[in-house]
């Protein structure tokens, strides 16, 4: 799968006047990160694989 099929979304607690936004497109596989201001095929993105993106999310929580 490439980048242009993922279905990227946002957190709730995102607000709608485009903010600073973290977009999130999972698969089974990988969890892709990007900004929401660059949400170009081309721009900038993150991969990392299911456990990386657990590791964190544990990570953030304790923070």
Same mark, same amino acid.
């Given at each position: 799968?490439?980048?242009?099929? @993922?279905?990227?979304? =946002?957190?709730?607690?995102?607000? !709608?006047?485009?903010?600073?936004?973290l977009e999130?497109?999972?698969?089974?596989?990988?969890?892709? @990160?990007?900004?929401s =201001?660059?949400?170009?095929?081309? !721009?900038?993105?993150?991969?990392?694989s299911?456990?990386a993106w657990?590791?964190?999310?544990r990570?953030?929580?304790?923070?």
């Amino acid at each position: 799968m490439n980048i242009e099929q @993922l279905t990227w979304f =946002k957190s709730s607690y995102s607000g !709608g006047e485009g903010g600073e936004c973290l977009e999130v497109a999972v698969t089974p596989e990988t969890v892709h @990160l990007r900004d929401s =201001k660059h949400p170009h095929p081309t !721009g900038p993105h993150l991969t990392l694989s299911p456990t990386a993106w657990s590791a964190f999310l544990r990570g953030a929580q304790r923070s």
